[in-house]
């Protein structure tokens, strides 16, 4: 759902920020810009939702759960691990190792640029609705402060936009690795999204 999400709302994203030149016919009519913000905005609710799923699932769910919002920085043994992936992504190790749910580069790149991210562009992205929504509507309330905080609504929008580039080459990259170790690594990476088991061959 979050990866449907994400991707309606960079391709609208997209268009919204760098419309088409002309459309087949008078706007008023048809409408276009308008679908498109609405699935936007749709998409950027469902991502909210699924964004707040997630945390709350960190705090009930067991210790895979919370694993992208806790980074265990304080441990020395965690940064070695990190850098022994590290390596393995650049082919200076031979073996991986095996992990039931995210490896320490895995989970480190996550935390920043998914779940910080998206935090980032939830919120930029609420306050940039609440111009339209106008004063009292509840995400004004919430998230009218980010606008002033940030310089005014053009900065905000340009952050918002570099945001959704960033969150695009971290697609790119996140989904090279997860084919990449699932066949490298010879552990289920993408068939374990599905079914939620992770298969281990020797």
Avoid: C
Wanted: charged share 10%; hydrophobic share 55%.
């Amino acid at each position: 759902i979050n990866a449907a999400a994400i991707t309606v709302l960079a391709v609208t994203g997209y268009f919204i920020g760098l419309p088409l030149p002309s459309v087949p016919g008078e706007a008023a009519h048809n409408f276009l810009m308008g679908y498109l913000r609405f699935a936007h905005f749709a998409a950027g609710y469902v991502l909210a939702v699924g964004l707040l799923g997630r945390i709350y699932w960190a705090f009930v769910g067991n210790h895979h759960a919370h694993q992208l919002f806790i980074l265990p920085v304080w441990k020395k043994a965690w940064w070695q691990e990190v850098f022994y992936e590290l390596r393995w992504y650049l082919f200076l190790e031979r073996l991986p190792k095996k992990y039931v749910g995210h490896n320490p580069l895995a989970q480190l790149m996550m935390f920043f640029f998914f779940f910080l991210l998206a935090l980032f562009m939830v919120t930029t992205g609420f306050a940039l609705y609440s111009e339209g929504a106008g004063h009292g509507h509840w995400s004004d309330t919430l998230f009218g402060w980010v606008i002033p905080a940030f310089g005014g609504s053009l900065q905000v929008h340009m952050l918002h936009r570099m945001g959704m580039w960033l969150m695009v080459i971290f697609v790119l990259v996140h989904v090279y690795a997860a084919i990449r170790e699932d066949i490298m690594s010879r552990q289920s990476l993408i068939s374990t999204m599905v079914s939620g088991w992770r298969m281990y061959k020797e």
